[in-house]
């Protein structure tokens, strides 16, 4: 997302649609963009209904694993690096990766600390983004997981590594030489450590601006490429055009998880879904081949079916946001479904408040981008029930990106039901965890 609001009209012009088909489009775009919405901030009864999750800097997912009763994320070492490198904004200042590694970090519920795992047999930059996180098949639950990562790398034929990541003059000449070489990274962690091992790296052509990842199994995922044009003008036309329907999510396959495995061996790659805009951020649904699909800028979520041999995915609903969204998530609620309690499961959406203005707050490390988080059930009848579960101006929270519930035991907060909100940003110094009812 970089738009501003005289491109929104230079677009329009130079589409050269009829003003009047457009028209509904435009409103549309305008709620989405949060063009003429005033930031609010929801008011606490308590300080201690908010914690801020110390050493989490720009992490831009985070994923609650209930029978390990841990979250995961992945998140950046320094505050500079994703000002300077981070090809989903198109920040292509490479150098800056000699300053600072990303990595993986797990929040514990209880304490709502943070632990960065020690990566084992891992090298190089870790620029991070969305990740995925599934146990292991052939483990008890809550035992071992494997912890799938986007990988911003820079393209070595582009960025000389042996100098320090400085563009190669002769390397690039002429040439038209995509600048981030982005892959996803494997690992493997057993609950309570303090370590992931790195089991492989994954790389294919098809993977060209990686958003985020669904894991069927240690070796079978799905990944969104957010946009087609990786930087410039038209990048910019896909950001603000709904029909701009030009990325795609894709169904990977590695044949071998061996460490020595090449980055693009054993790769099998296939596009499952070409019609969505802006194709951003997955997730797993209410049932087991329920996946979710937020498309960013479009503020919707579309609900897809994976069916197997062949993999595919059918898209079917779309719920619509009355903002961009990120990266959906889908409550399990471990309290509900008995008479004295209902069952309080449901989607949650986290956005930004004003997508309006990413093109100019994206460069600034103290600018500030509002937020909004959207709780969606759907009743028996099958009409959206749909609100908004938090929001901030800013001041506690920047630019979410991904949100998560942890119910609370009705019993601790005297049968009222309630959780923790785990809300995160690109591009926010840190995460925090919000008491909410639900
Ligand atoms: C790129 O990053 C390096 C290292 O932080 C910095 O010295 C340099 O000024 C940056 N370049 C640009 C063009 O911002």
Known sequence: MAISSTRVALYIALLSIPFAYLYPGIQRVVTVLGVFRTPATVQLTSSEDLVYVDGTIHCEDVHYHAPSHKLFTACEDSPVTRFGWFPPLAK???????????????????????????????????VTHGIDVIPDPGKREGEAVYIF????????????????????????????????????????????????QHIRSVWHPAIKTPNDIF?????????????????????????????????????????????????????????????????????????????????????????????????????????????????????????????????????????????????????????KDPVVVWYAKKSEDGAWNTRLLFEDDSSRIRSASAAVLVAIDPAKEDGKRRAWLYVTGFISDHMIAVKVDL
Request: without cysteine; charged residues 20%.
């Open 92 to 126: 292509f200042n490479a150098s800056v990766l000699n300053q600072a590694r990303g990595g993986l970090f797990v929040i514990d519920p209880v304490t709502k600390k943070a632990q960065k795992l020690e990566l084992e047999k891992f090298r190089g930059p870790f």
């Open 149 to 196: 990562a986007v990988n911003h790398l820079p393209n070595p034929e582009f960025y000389s590594y042996a100098s320090g990541y400085q563009v190669d003059p002769e390397a690039t000449a002429g040439k038209a030489v995509p600048k981030a070489r982005s892959q996803i990274e494997i690992f493997y962690h057993k609950v309570g450590s303090s370590k992931a």
């Open 215 to 367: 894991a069927l199994s240690p070796q079978h995922f799905l990944v969104t490429n957010d946009h087609y044009y990786r930087e410039g003008l038209m990048r910019e036309v896909e950001d603000i055009y709904p029909g701009a329907k030009w990325s795609n999510t894709l169904d990977i396959e590695v044949s071998d998880l061996s460490k020595t495995a090449e980055a693009s061996s054993g790769v099998k790659v296939k596009v499952v879904v070409d019609s969505i805009h802006n194709n951003n951020g997955l997730s797993h649904g209410r049932t087991e081949n329920e996946v979710l699909i937020g498309s960013a800028v479009g503020g919707s979520l579309h609900f897809g079916s994976i069916s197997h041999d062949p993999s595919s995915v059918q898209v079917g609903d779309i719920l619509y946001l009355d903002s961009a969204i990120d990266n959906p998530s889908y409550f399990v609620d471990p309290y509900g479904g008995t008479a004295s309690s209902a069952d309080k499961s449901g989607y949650v959406l986290a956005g930004l408040g004003r997508a309006i203005d990413l093109s100019k707050t994206k460069h600034d490390p103290h600018g």
